[in-house]
Structure formats: structure tokens, C-alpha cells
């Protein structure tokens, strides 16, 4: 008998509180309707030639591009750098270790003398890719301590 009138007592809480949620959403899709009713006020509506707040700025006219003023741009400018070919890191390595080919080279030694010879400025991590390309070929081999030498 207890369990009986405690389940209808949250039955009936339970609609109490479904139409009170049903009522207020009622309640404000009215008022957003009132509100999205209304006209603009004037002072807020964008002139033609004011620029609008969000999004892109409006386009603006651009002239068309004369071949002269891009051919004198590309010779003022300074020349852009060439896209080395595929297998060059791994050719510039092979040649710094066989110029200290006795000797075991760790992969600082081979960036500074690459950046002092040939000026060329590779990442340790480009540095240790074509090691390792090069140890796959078997043309040079690791020592124990991190170092690498000609196989």
C-alpha cells in the first residue's frame, strides 16, 4: 500500500513537472517569435559603405595584372630556392662520412660539417633518416656509442 501511493505521488510530480517544463518552453518560443518579429532599429542597420562586422570585409575592385609589372617583381625579388632531388640528404651524408672516413662521426658532427662545406642546413631528424637509409643499403654501419662510419 506504501509502495502504491509513493509511485502515484511520483507519477503525479512527474506531470506536474512535465507540463511546467511544457509551459515555460511555450513561453519563451513566444517571446523569441516576438523578438525575431520586429524590424530592425535604424541606427543598427549597415550602410552600403560601411564595412560589415562578421565574416569577409566586401570585395574591392581589383586592377587586372600587367605581364610587366610581374616580370620587373620576379627580378626585384630575390631568387626563391630550388627543391633538392629525391636521395640528396642521404647523398650529402654519404659524402661528408667518407671525407672523415676513418674516424666514427655522430650526426652533430655531420650537420655542422654539412653546414660549413656545402651550406646546406639539414634537421637531425633528416640527418637520421638517410642514416638509416644508408645503413639499410649497407653502406655504413653504427658503432656502439651512437656514431656512424663508412661500411
Do not use: C
Amino acid at each position: 500500500m506504501a509502495k502504491t501511493a509513493m509511485s502515484q505521488l511520483e507519477d503525479q510530480v512527474e506531470l506536474i513537472r512535465r507540463e511546467a517544463f511544457a509551459a515555460g518552453y511555450a513561453a519563451a518560443m513566444q517571446a523569441v517569435h516576438e523578438i525575431a518579429s520586429r524590424p530592425a532599429p535604424a541606427e543598427n542597420l549597415p550602410t552600403p559603405t560601411a564595412p560589415a562586422r562578421r565574416g569577409r570585409p566586401p570585395r574591392q575592385p581589383q586592377p587586372a595584372p600587367r605581364k610587366a609589372q610581374t616580370r620587373r617583381a620576379r627580378a626585384d625579388s630575390k631568387p626563391t630556392a630550388k627543391r633538392l632531388e629525391r636521395g640528396s640528404n642521404a647523398r650529402f651524408v654519404m659524402e661528408v662520412l667518407r671525407a672523415l672516413a676513418p674516424q666514427v662521426v655522430r650526426p652533430a658532427d655531420i650537420r655542422a660539417a654539412l653546414q660549413r662545406d656545402k651550406g646546406v642546413s639539414l634537421a637531425f631528424t633528416s640527418i637520421r633518416h638517410a642514416l638509416g637509409q644508408l645503413e639499410a643499403r649497407k653502406a655504413v654501419e653504427q658503432d656502439g656509442n651512437g656514431g656512424w662510419r663508412t661500411a
